[in-house]
């Protein structure tokens, strides 16, 4: 592990865990058009 990954993890987390991205999964639930798994994201994350 890199020195700055553990920190770098718990800013992850705590991003996940905000208030906002709860609100956008539940709206992202209420639009049909929006594809339910993009190729490219998976919860709170992008390919890289």
Do not use: C
């Not at 553990?6 to 996940?16: D, H, I, S, V, W």
């Amino acid at each position: 592990m890199d020195n700055g990954s553990p920190e770098f993890t718990k800013f992850r987390e705590q991003g996940e865990s905000h208030p906002i991205e709860k609100t956008g999964r539940e709206l992202r639930k209420l639009m049909a058009w929006v594809k339910s798994h993009d190729s490219d994201y998976v919860e709170g994350t992008s390919a890289r």
